[in-house]
């Protein structure tokens, strides 16, 4: 089995987050992995991407190689579509509808939305939405990584349970209560969406 | 024993302390900060007591680290390829002095300069110094070659270099650790004048150095990072080196690849191996991360004997970064694609913080000086750099740490008026103070505005070594304390802001304003640790 992603999103919008909880799970299933993430100077409210490939056999690249991702994961419509040349045929995309408009030229809401929508295989959420009615605006990742694990092989939604466990140990039980909550909040729109193809 | 899931940056941190590591020493600096950053919160450096504070730059940083080898115990200074720079001189000169303790230097370079200002190939400096470089290809290899880099440099008592980029070091994998090994006793070196270079010792030394290349050659000859495979189709040899050996790995999947393939990962070059692949095949093709290092060098000045391809014939680009796609092209050209990204995307660049306090000192700055026309600012390397983008428009240079305060004295020796530079914090107490010292000496008409978020922000919120003493740091130079201003940059106080910096950069001689106010990320991140402490307190 193999699985490649490429997470996507806004300098600060959490997609590290969402990284490390699959890693976690993925080591816990003694699977290679690699992880490559942008650190430094994007990180400040830039675009910033991570590729994360997750095999059964030893993973070569750092980098996924073109038109071999089988998952495109976006926190931000716009940037959903930035890798979109990363995307394999029929590849999955994944995004959060709630766009972060911090630059002046930003595109309409429009193209984007017809653009996503033209792709054969896509799943959208309002994230922040989601996140917000559950009192924790900043689980909106939380809810992103939810919807994608339908689309990542060799991960099942307990196994990622106890990663994003983990992952919010430190920070008390509450906080990883929620973030549960937006895990399965997320989970639940993905399974809706195969059920009706 | 468990596998553990770390960045390239971490595994040689892993390495090192499982090597018996002493002391790490180091500047942040992308891509190499998360190296001293690991040592700092592992559990094992503190048991181990294991010297792990940041260092006011790279140059103090080596000499700390090569006064801890001196005592006999292992020592890791670690930096940014530029950072190199800045450390160049005792680099070179050590690997004349040789080492006590086992010194390993790492150096990550940003090929495609995704936070820097130039993308050099640290392997060069290696080959300046005359010691041996490691360059690791994966994460696993990174561990290894920490913990074998002290080995190597105690069995010939020079430095080692450990060259790694961007990608590796920012990438994550799974590691598994090797035995732990005890560090070291204070145990100083025999001969008490190793480490003297007066021209006579240093004759000496130097010749020791030379003597032991072709060691240094036997060494990468036999070295398990090294390896040459067999294929069946000599019309071609691939030397492949670092990092660039994945990539090339990546577009033969199935593991059969019927060129023989050279993976070079420790120097200097192996040159019966080199010999090997050029006798043996028709050409040879180069992938190397970096500069065309090992290309050059085989392909020679004049290009006559061994027919080579790579980065200075056009197969690959002759800059940036390389990636599987770059070398896919060279077997596979021009393979379509099912999905293109769409060609109206917005560029989203980096940018200041809302509610950054540098937006504020740019908009007194450009108010105080918009009767004297564009081209007055110098600037510097830090968060504050963003303000030469709009609408701030407000900065006219960044080169290297602490040129921005000597530039604008040799600007104002040309006769620039008023002449001003913008420098943070971390960056003045690194490069800055020594150019103040120039400007105070000469009475150059100069305004130093330091905009002091009070930590080193661009690297992610470490410490900053000046904190509180800013102003104390600038009288102590010579600065009339009259014309050390400090001003705190809030919407609220504009007004008075803009005219502190009128009065300054009208003033005919060296002044410096500070303007204060702590970055709110850090602050953030302060207010969120204080909030936590608090909640596991009670
Ligand atoms: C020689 C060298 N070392 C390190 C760096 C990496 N670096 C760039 S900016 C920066 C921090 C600057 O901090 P400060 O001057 O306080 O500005 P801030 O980012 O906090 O605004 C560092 C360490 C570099 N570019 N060059
Ligand atoms: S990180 Fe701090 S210094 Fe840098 S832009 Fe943001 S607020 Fe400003």
């Known amino acids: 089995m193999k699985t490649d992603i490429i997470l996507a999103g806004v300098g600060g919008q959490g997609i590290l987050t969402i990284a490390t909880a699959i890693g976690a799970a993925a080591i816990k299933k003694n699977l290679y992995l690699k992880q490559a993430e942008v650190h430094g100077m994007s990180q400040r409210g830039g675009a910033v991407q991570s590729h994360l490939r997750l095999s059964s056999r030893p993973v070569a690249s750092d980098l996924i190689p073109r038109a071999h991702a089988d998952l ?29 408009k911090n630059i002046d030229d930003y595109p309409g809401m429009e193209t984007i939305m017809n653009e996503i929508t033209s792709l054969p295989h896509y799943v959208l959420l309002n994230a922040d939405q989601i996140a917000r009615k559950l009192g924790s605006p900043r689980s909106s990742n939380i809810v992103m990584l939810g919807a994608a694990i339908p689309f990542i092989s060799g991960l099942d939604a307990a196994l990622m349970e106890d990663g994003i466990r983990q992952v919010f140990a430190r920070k008390g039980e509450e906080v990883v209560e929620v973030n549960l909550q937006a895990f399965r909040a997320g989970l639940q729109i993905s399974e809706e969406k195969i059920k009706k193809i | 024993m468990k596998k553990l899931l770390l960045l390239g940056d971490e595994a040689i941190a892993q390495g090192a302390m499982d090597a018996g590591l002493s002391g790490i020493y180091a500047y942040p600096g992308t891509p190499s900060t998360e190296i001293m950053e690991y040592v700092q919160g592992s559990k094992m450096a503190e048991e181990r007591n294991i010297h792990r504070m940041w260092s006011a730059n790279e140059k103090t940083a080596y000499e700390a680290a090569l006064g801890m080898s001196y005592g006999g115990k292992r020592a890791m200074v670690c930096m940014k390829h530029v950072g190199l720079n800045v450390a160049a001189d005792p680099f070179m000169n050590s690997a004349v002095t040789g080492i006590n303790g086992g010194f390993l230097v790492v150096s990550a370079d940003d090929p495609s300069m995704h936070s820097s200002q130039n993308e050099q190939d640290s392997r060069y400096y290696g080959k300046f110094a005359n010691i041996p470089i490691l360059e690791p290809s994966n994460q696993q290899e990174a561990y290894d070659m920490a913990y074998e880099g002290f080995t190597l ?3 010939y008592r020079v430095p080692v270099l450990l060259r790694i980029t961007t990608r590796l070091a920012h990438s994550r994998s799974g590691v598994k650790r090797r035995e732990v090994l005890p560090q070291h006793s204070l145990n100083l070196p025999q001969d008490t004048k190793q480490f003297i270079l ?3 010792m240093a004759r000496v030394k130097y010749r020791i150095l030379l003597s032991n290349q072709p060691n240094f050659r036997e060494e990468s000859l036999h070295s398990p990072f090294n390896k040459y495979f067999d294929g069946v189709d000599k019309r071609m040899g691939i030397i492949a ?100 990204t769409p060609d109206w995307i917005s560029r989203r660049p980096p940018m200041l913080c809302k509610g950054c306090g540098h937006i504020d000192t740019f908009l007194a700055l450009n108010e105080a000086l918009k009767d004297y026309g564009p081209g007055h600012v110098f600037s510097d390397i830090g968060c504050y750099t963003l303000g030469a983008n709009p609408p701030y428009n407000a900065i006219y240079s960044c080169v290297d740490m602490g040129a921005s305060v000597t530039m604008a004295v040799g600007a104002a020796d040309a006769g620039l008026f008023p002449s001003a530079c913008v420098i943070g914090d971390s960056t003045f107490t690194h490069s800055g103070m020594t150019g103040l010292l120039d ?34 740091i600038c009288e102590g130079l010579g600065v009339e304390p009259d014309h050390v201003r400090v001003m705190v940059p809030l919407k609220k106080n504009h007004d008075e802001n803009v005219k502190i910096l009128r009065e300054e950069l009208e003033y005919r001689g060296v002044s410096v304003v500070i303007s204060r106010r702590e970055c709110i990320q850090t602050a953030s991140k302060k207010k969120r640790a204080a909030k936590k402490s608090k909640k596991t307190n009670t």
């Open chain 2, 198 to 200: 007066l021209p006579a």
């Open chain 2, 153 to 155: 440099s105690e069995k």
């Open chain 2, 241 to 340: 080196c670092g990092l660039a050996y994945n990539y090339l790995m990546e577009n033969f999947r199935n593991g059969s690849i019927d060129y023989p393939v050279l993976k070079i990962c420790q120097y200097p070059m192996p040159i019966e191996l080199l010999k090997k692949i050029t006798d043996e095949c028709e050409e040879v093709l180069v992938v190397e991360e970096g500069y065309p290092f090992v290309e050059e060098l085989i392909k020679g000045l004049l290009g006559t004997g061994v027919f080579v391809k790579g980065r200075l014939d056009g197969t690959l680009p002759r800059d940036g970064e390389l990636d599987p796609d770059l070398v896919a092209e060279i077997f596979w050209k021009g393979k379509p694609l099912p999905h293109k």
């Open chain 2, 439 to 472: 400007a105070v000496n000469k009475n150059s008409p100069v305004t130093v505005i330091i905009s002091d978020n009070q930590t080193t922000a661009m690297t992610g919120g470490q410490p900053t070594p000046g904190l509180n003493r800013l102003e104390k």
């Open chain 1, 72 to 100: 495109i994961l976006s926190v931000e419509p716009m940037e959903s579509l930035r890798y979109l040349s990363y995307l394999s045929e029929d590849g999955w995309l994944v995004a959060n509808e709630e766009p972060y």
